[in-house]
């Protein structure tokens, strides 16, 4: 007897499916960021409801962030029902030395707040997700919400602000961290490229984009996930103990999670990394 052919059902709400659309340029100086929608393809995403943002930075030592490296695990969240932007910034070993990445990152929430209704973008719900450099960089995005001083010209009437942070390996404290990479080839090129050419200047600037030394008590701050390997070569995972205590001194909500024998990506993403990353970012962004 020929065995009877089964039945499945189909997928009516187009539940779970992701479009992705790249090259979208964010700022006139060229800066680009990447979309992943959590929707088909086609689909009028217009009627549907508001979708909450994770605004993704990946590390890249204050470089060019590589939009791709992630998108595997950033594709997931759209099975959640999130939007999330992957978001390219200037270089600072390209002329552009600290803030112009802060900037830059602040000018693509903006801009992504301007086009919310073009993408169903719910406005309030806007959190920030970042690795190595990238962490740093989110963390920054959290102590510094509308700050008039990082705001640039386009899209000036939008916030920048965002309503979580979530930072994998983040250097936190940047005159430590530098100390620590002294023996480093070419560090002192490096700290000129980032930095300024005056190196009597760079301990104040190091301090000033440092998120340990921006931490003020008694400000609102928005809550705070960090993740940082106990053996990681390039960050010192103290960096994350650092801004820890600074924002739980603050009376910040933060919790923090060492990733056990973890280095500097790699071995650090584990299921459990990815499922406590995943899990609270989605509380916070349904709540």
């Not at 204050?62 to 759209?78: Q, V």
Request: proline fraction near 8%; include cysteine.
């Amino acid at each position: 007897m020929i065995p009877q052919i089964p039945h499945l059902p189909m997928n009516p709400t187009l539940a779970g499916q992701a479009e992705i659309k790249e090259h979208i340029r964010y700022s006139q100086n060229g800066q680009e960021l990447t979309l992943i929608l959590p929707w088909a393809a086609g689909d009028d995403y217009s009627k549907g409801p508001k979708r909450p943002l994770i605004l993704f930075v990946q590390g890249s030592s204050w470089t060019t962030p590589n939009l791709g490296y992630e998108i595997p695990m950033l594709s997931h969240f759209a099975e959640e029902g999130c939007i999330v932007a992957t978001v390219s910034h200037r270089s600072a070993q390209d002329g552009f030395p600290f803030p112009a990445f802060l900037e830059d990152v602040k000018c693509a929430i903006r801009f992504l707040r301007a086009n919310a209704v073009t993408y169903s973008i719910d406005p309030e719900r806007i959190m920030a997700f970042g690795t190595s450099s990238g962490g740093n960089t989110v963390c920054l995005l959290g102590l510094t919400g509308d700050d008039p001083a990082l705001k640039t010209a386009e899209y000036a009437d939008q916030s920048d602000a965002v309503c979580a942070v979530a930072a994998c390996f983040a250097p936190t404290d940047l005159p430590a961290l530098f100390d620590y990479l002294k023996a480093m080839p070419n560090i002192t090129a490096v700290m000129a490229a980032y930095f300024g050419a005056d190196p009597a200047q760079w301990d104040s600037v190091m301090r000033r984009w440092s998120p340990v030394y921006r931490v003020e008590a008694g400000k609102a701050y928005p809550p705070f996930l960090l993740l940082h390997g106990t053996a990681d070569p390039v960050v010192p995972c103290d960096q994350m103990d650092k801004l820890y205590t600074r924002l739980a001194e603050a009376g910040a909500d933060v919790q923090a999670y060492y990733v056990d024998g973890a280095e500097h990506e790699g071995n650090f993403w584990s299921p459990d990394v990815r499922r406590v990353i995943r899990d609270q970012i989605i509380r916070w962004l349904n709540n």
